[in-house]
């Protein structure tokens, strides 16, 4: 017997039909459970930067990573930069303050939180291209590797904090273009 039953839109669904499109619904719901239960729970907290202005060549964005798993930090990008740059800038073991530096990756250790923060590890928004007042959010991906290779990502939005729009200072330049110096 092959009933039929109306749809909101007044359209005829069979019965058939309608189990088709049960088995396909109970099926992407088992890949998706599979595949979320093999991802990394990344959570992304208290992100934000400092006012910035269409064409500063840099701004920084700092933010809390946790992760139930070790991870690295590979990279990261946002539509309101052209680029993203990872910087590093922690504290030697004579506790002095080391020099900020381009990295390719940094270390997200599993359990804790990884602070990219001022005066410290951060994220260089390289060629800005919006301005981006107090208030104002930035929407912000995140990108990892886990021990065995398997990339993950992450989104939130920075929010935009403090009073006033300073201009860059006038030798602001990417780390990334003073490495490339002689």
């Not at 099926?27 to 990394?40: D, P, Q, R, Y």
């Not at 064409?55 to 809390?64: F, L, N, Q, S, T």
């Not at 359990?111 to 005066?119: E, K, V």
Request: charged letters at 25%; a positive charge; aromatic letters at 4%.
């Amino acid at each position: 017997m092959n009933e039929q039953c109306a749809r909101a839109d007044g359209a005829r669904v069979s019965d058939s039909a309608r189990s088709r499109s049960l088995l396909a619904f109970l099926a992407a719901g088992t890949i998706l459970t599979v595949t979320s239960a093999s991802a990394a729970e990344i959570a992304l907290k208290n992100a934000w930067a400092r006012p910035m202005a269409k064409g500063y060549p840099v701004a920084a964005i700092y933010v809390d990573i946790r992760s139930d798993v070790a991870l690295k930090l590979v990279g990261a990008s946002s539509p309101v930069a052209k680029s993203i740059g990872i910087v590093s800038a922690g504290i030697k073991p004579d506790g002095s303050d080391e020099t900020p530096k381009e990295v390719r990756e940094l270390d997200i250790a599993a359990g804790r939180d990884t602070r990219l923060a001022l005066n410290g590890d951060y994220l260089e928004l390289r060629d800005v291209l919006e301005d981006k007042g107090a208030g104002a959010t930035i929407p912000l991906r995140l990108d990892f590797i886990d021990a065995a290779g398997k990339p993950h990502s992450a989104k939130t939005e920075a929010v935009v904090r403090g009073i006033t729009l300073q201009p860059p200072p006038p030798a602001a330049v990417p780390l990334k273009a003073q490495a490339a110096k002689p």
